[in-house]
């Protein structure tokens, strides 16, 4: 299922650099796909990408996500002094459990940060970062 | 048969918890004349160098730099890094190389500048640049703006989530480390806190306010280990090593399979098992107190509190001066020094209380304590159990 990769605006944080195992990772979100890793031998799910099966050692298969999850997990960041996240401060970063399983990192946006909770559920979104690079973000489901 | 059951014979701190006058490597090298003249040792005796570098500059102080800096003419070095517990898994190892008889006396050094040369920005944004590029694990966290602080912050608030954790429970543990630094004269925060001062404090991370965070500082540390055979003729009474064992769960904290827990609910068991002591028999607790969730995981992961009820634990009363189970009784990271891996700080004050060397901070007839470091974001754990008495 492919969602909205915004564009628009320049990418003036930290820029995901593709390798030979993540590339199609990267590629997917540029579609506005969230892809997984899953292992055609024993079945795990893993992210981030690995060149190996953290459970049985195997070469890992790509795994298309709904682009749903909940927030297992978040802080309310109030303090940093790095640009450009200083000039965004309060933010949320959250640790997002898939509907697939597997978990990652991410801002939840387009919510104020104090109304963001544990359980609850987000969808992504991309925002274009580079060339053949978006970067997954979270925003309330529904919203 | 010699005795080779290993011991810590000498310790020695270099200047902190601001030293403007000194870099990393002359926090390595100061430490080292403090711990030799501490025990006795003879530099040439020195047969074992182990480190984990400090200032985080590759050909400054890594491992084999210091060992030529300091001139070790080693037959054993070990260079485990595994961040702030590095230390503990040195114990580990060097514990295990006296054992096997691979070497005699081990130097353990470690140095750094961070507040002299860095500032105060370690934990909130220190290691972030605007738009470069980042390979790597790093590559699915960086983006997003973490900071240290709040890696840690997430597991708070799991914690938080799961078990109903207080911020004022947490704030205890800040509250009663206070108390011992205000009996350390080099402590860099002394004055008395209340548990309003600290939840009452600025918020840096939800729910990690700034007074639930450790100190930035200098400083550095040495350790000296060798055999008890060899420590009957030195100037101070052996500390032995009688248990140690490391864990890892992740890295990267967005790899953290279970928020709530650490590697240390592994090592603790191990380095229990081996010193054939269990927790009710610790007589004090050095814990890395980077934040004060990392001391409340540490208390339950390694058994002196059953899991989730840390806070109710700490609220009792028992870490405190005067308590049953004192935690850094130096004034720990959160109110002494923390100049960015604080993991030898805690086999030094355990060793000085072992000692009986304690001072106002001395827990009455201290015969065991447990050390436990913290790596990276809760990620590496080393637990090390030292006892007054021969095994």
């Known amino acids: 299922m492919s969602r909205d990769v915004e564009t628009g605006t320049e990418w003036t944080k930290p820029i995901p650099r593709p390798d030979g195992v993540s590339a199609p990772y990267w590629e997917a979100a540029a579609r506005g796909e969230l892809v997984v890793q899953e292992c055609p031998q024993c079945g795990h799910r893993q992210f981030y990408p690995r060149a190996v099966c953290t459970d049985c050692g195997a070469d890992p298969d790509w795994l298309t996500c709904c682009g749903s999850g909940t927030v297992h997990t978040f802080t309310v960041i109030r303090q940093n002094h790095a640009k450009p996240f200083k000039e965004e401060l309060p933010y949320v970063v959250a640790v997002v459990e898939l509907e697939e399983g597997p978990r990652m990192m991410g801002n939840v946006t387009g919510c104020e940060p104090d109304d963001v909770h544990i359980g609850m559920p987000v969808e992504v979104y991309f925002v274009s970062a580079d060339e053949g690079v978006a970067v997954p973000l979270w925003r309330p489901r529904g919203a | ?391």
């Not at chain 2, 902190?16 to 530099?43: E, F, I, N, T, W």
């Not at chain 2, 205890?172 to 008395?192: C, K, Q, S, T």
């Not at chain 2, 399979?257 to 090592?267: E, I, M, Q």
């Not at chain 2, 992961?301 to 405190?320: I, M, S, T, W």
Request: aromatic share 6%; glycine share 14%.
């Open chain 2, 1 to 391: 048969m010699s005795d080779r059951t290993p011991v810590i014979a000498g310790i020695g701190l270099s200047d902190y918890p601001v030293a403007p006058d000194l870099d990393s490597v002359q926090h390595h090298a100061l430490a080292m004349q403090r711990a030799l003249a501490d025990c006795g040792v003879k530099k040439s005796d020195i047969d074992a160098y182990i480190g984990a570098g400090g200032s985080h500059q590759m050909m400054v102080d890594d491992p084999v730099t210091m060992a030529e800096y300091l001139r070790i003419d080693h037959r054993y070095i070990d260079g485990t890094m595994t961040g702030g517990s590095s230390f503990e898994f040195h114990v580990q190892h060097g514990a295990a190389a006296i054992k096997d008889g691979i070497c005699d006396t081990i130097l353990v050094t470690y140095g750094s500048d961070q507040v002299s040369r860095m500032g105060r920005v370690l934990g909130t944004g220190g290691f972030t640049r605007g738009a470069q590029k980042v390979g790597g694990p790093m590559a699915y966290e960086a983006p997003y703006g973490n900071s240290l602080v709040g890696a840690y912050a997430m597991a708070a608030k799991r914690h938080m989530h799961e078990y109903g954790t207080t911020s004022e429970q947490l704030a205890e543990i800040a509250v009663g480390v206070r108390e011992f630094a205000g009996l350390n004269p080099h402590a860099m925060y002394r004055d008395p806190l209340t548990v309003d001062d600290v939840v009452g404090s600025r918020m840096i991370a939800d729910p990690l306010h700034k007074l639930d965070c450790c100190v930035i500082s200098d400083g550095g540390g040495a350790f000296i280990m060798t055999t008890a055979e060899r420590a009957k003729d030195l100037k101070q009474p052996p500390v032995y090593v009688l248990g140690a064992a490391g864990a890892q769960t992740h890295w990267n904290i967005s790899q953290m399979p279970d928020y709530t827990v650490t590697s240390a609910a592994k090592a603790g068991p191990i380095a229990f098992e081996r010193a054939g002591v269990a927790p009710a028999d610790i007589d004090t607790i050095q814990f890395y107190d980077s934040f004060t969730i990392t001391a409340l995981l540490l208390l339950e992961d390694l058994g002196f509190a059953p899991k989730g009820e840390g806070g109710k634990f700490v609220q009792e009363g028992h870490l405190k001066r005067g308590g049953n189970l004192p935690l850094n009784t130096d004034g720990g990271g959160l109110s002494s020094c923390h100049p960015g891996m604080r993991g030898i700080f805690l086999i030094i004050e355990a060793a000085r209380q072992l000692r009986g060397q304690g001072g106002e901070a001395q827990v009455p007839d201290a015969k065991l304590a447990l050390a436990c470091g913290s790596g990276g974001w809760l990620s590496c754990m080393g637990a090390v159990i030292m006892g007054s008495e021969h095994p």
